[in-house]
C-alpha cells in the first residue's frame, strides 16, 4: 500500500491542519508505541522539539498516545535534531522523536522517527507504523500506563559529546565567530559551544518566539549573517537552520560556500589523513558535477543516490562508507553522529582552519562549480508529463546536446505537482537553451 503520512524526511505539514493535528499525533504516537514495544525491558522513547509554538501542541499529543500504548517518555526540550538520534542511543530508548519542519516557516510542523541505534526508521518500519495507525490501537492495561519525565541536561550531553568531535585539546581562541542559529533549535547549544571552545562569538538568530523560526535568518536565508559578518569584521560565519541538521559557511568576504565545497574539503582532508572509507563520498544527484570532476582528480569516487539525506545514511550504511551529505548543507559524518549535524560539521570546518592556518575563503573554494540552473514546472493535477513521448524527446535530445560537457537531473517533486529541471554545463549558453526547451515541452501540460 502506498505510503499515506511518511515523505523522504518523516511526515510533514501545515500545524493544526491534516495531518499535523494533535489527534494525528497522538495516534501516531500509539502506533509507533505499539511496534516498538517489544521485549520484556522498560520501554522508553525521547521527545525533542524545536522552537515552533505548535511543538507545544504536537509534544503534548505525543506524549499522551505512547503513554497509553505504556511507554515511558522522557522530554528533553528544544534540542537539535542530531542530539535525538544521539541521545535515544546513548539513553537506551526504544525509540527517538524529533517534532520540528527543519528549514520551512513556523506555520509547518513535522515529526521525524529515529530508532534505538540512533538511525532514521525504514520505509519498511514507517510503512508498518502506518499500517497500525489503521487499526484500533491496543492500549495498555491501567497499572502500565507509562509515564513521562522532563530531562534537563538532555542539551548538555550533546554539547559535551559535540566538542569531543575535534582533537582533544584543541581551541578556537583568536577566531571571531558569527553563528546564526534561525532562532530554532541550536539557538543555546550552538553559541555556548563556539564559546566554551575559546571563540569570540557573535550569535544572531537566538531569539525565539514560536513565530520567528527561519525568518529571514538561518542557511536558507543567510544574508542577515553575511551583513553580521562583514560588520563586525568575522573571520567566518555559520548558518543552520531550524532544527540544526544543516550548515552553510560564509568567509570573511562573505562569500557563501555551500554542502558541495564543505564535503570536497572534508573528503580531501580525511583522505589524505587515510580516514575516508573506501576512497568515497556519498551525495545525492544534486551535487555538482564539479565535486564529481575534483575528487576524479583526487583519486576518490562520488557515489549519488536520490535526493534526501535519508537516502545518503542508507547508501553509507550499506556499503561502509562514513562521510556523505547534500549540495543543500545537512553533512553525515557516521564516525560521529547518525544524521546531519550542522554544529558538529561546522566544527571539523573550525579544525581545518585552526589546523591549517588557512582563513575560510581558502578551505571553502576547494574546486569550481560547473554553472547550475534549476527550473520548476508546475503541471496540472493528475497529469503525467514525464511520461509523455515528446518530453521524453525533449530530454534525450538536451542530454545529446550536453553530452561530455554538462548533465540533466529531471525528477518529479515528492510533494507538489511540480517537475524540477535542474542542468549543469561549463557552456551557460548551451545549459539555458537545454533547460529552456525542455522546460517549454514539460509547460504543455500546465
Known amino acids: 500500500m502506498a505510503r499515506q503520512f511518511f515523505g523522504t524526511d518523516g511526515i510533514r505539514g501545515q500545524a493544526n491542519t491534516h495531518p499535523m493535528t494533535a489527534d494525528m499525533a497522538l495516534k501516531l504516537g500509539q502506533a509507533a508505541g505499539r511496534h516498538f514495544r517489544t521485549g520484556d525491558h522498560s520501554h522508553r522513547v525521547l521527545i525533542g522539539k524545536d522552537t515552533r509554538r505548535s511543538g507545544y501542541m504536537l509534544e503534548n499529543a505525543m506524549t499522551a498516545g505512547f503513554t497509553s500504548v505504556g511507554m ?28 520540528s519542519a527543519s528549514h520551512n516557516p513556523y506555520e509547518d510542523n513535522g515529526i521525524k522517527f529515529f530508532g534505538p541505534d540512533g538511525f532514521k526508521l525504514s520505509d519498511a518500519v514507517e510503512e508498518a507504523i502506518e499500517a497500525a495507525m489503521r487499526a484500533e490501537p491496543e492500549l495498555a492495561d491501567s497499572p502500565d500506563i507509562g509515564k513521562a519525565t522532563r530531562i534537563d541536561d538532555g542539551r548538555g550531553r550533546y554539547m559535551e559529546y559535540a566538542k569531543t568531535t575535534i582533537p582533544r585539546g584543541m581551541r578556537l581562541t583568536g577566531l571571531k565567530i558569527v553563528v546564526d542559529c534561525a532562532n530554532g533549535a541550536a539557538y543555546r547549544t550552538a553559541p555556548e559551544v563556539l564559546w566554551e571552545l575559546g571563540a569570540e562569538v557573535i550569535p544572531i538568530g537566538v531569539s525565539p518566539n514560536g513565530y520567528n523560526i527561519n525568518a529571514d535568518c538561518g542557511s536558507t536565508k543567510p544574508q542577515a549573517a553575511r551583513r553580521a559578518v562583514l560588520e563586525h569584521g568575522a573571520d567566518v560565519g555559520i548558518c543552520l537552520d531550524g532544527d540544526a541538521d544543516r550548515v552553510l559557511i560564509i568567509d570573511s568576504q562573505g562569500d557563501l560556500a555551500d554542502g558541495d565545497q564543505f564535503m570536497a574539503l572534508i573528503a580531501s582532508r580525511w583522505a589524505e589523513a587515510g580516514k575516508l572509507a573506501s576512497g568515497t563520498l556519498v551525495a545525492t544527484v544534486m551535487s555538482n558535477l564539479g565535486l564529481e570532476r575534483f575528487l576524479e582528480g583526487q583519486g576518490l569516487k562520488l557515489l549519488r543516490t536520490a535526493v534526501g539525506d ?72 493528475g497529469a503525467a508529463p514525464l511520461d509523455a513521448d515528446s518530453v521524453q524527446a525533449a530530454i534525450r535530445e538536451g542530454e545529446e546536446r550536453l553530452n561530455g560537457c554538462g548533465r540533466l537531473v529531471i525528477r518529479k517533486s515528492g510533494t507538489e505537482p511540480l517537475v524540477r529541471i535542474m542542468g549543469e554545463c561549463e557552456d551557460p549558453a548551451l545549459l539555458k537553451s537545454v533547460i529552456g526547451e525542455i522546460e517549454a515541452e514539460v509547460a504543455r501540460f500546465a
Open 72 to 99: 515511558d517518555v522522557f522530554l528533553v526540550g528544544p534540542v537539535p535534531t542530531p542530539a535525538i538520534g544521539l541521545l535515544a542511543r546513548s539513553m537506551r530508548a526504544d525509540l527517538g522523536v524529533m517534532i
Open 310 to 381: 535519508r537516502y545518503v545514511v542508507e547508501a553509507m550504511r550499506e556499503g561502509g562508507y562514513n562521510l556523505g551529505g547534500e549540495q543543500s548543507g545537512h553533512i553525515v559524518m557516521t564516525d560521529h553522529v547518525t544524521t546531519g549535524d550542522g554544529l558538529i560539521a561546522a566544527l571539523q570546518f573550525l579544525a581545518a582552519m585552526v589546523e591549517t592556518g588557512k582563513t575560510a575563503s581558502e578551505l571553502s573554494r576547494v574546486f569550481t562549480a560547473f554553472p547550475q540552473m534549476l527550473a520548476n514546472v508546475r503541471y496540472t493535477k
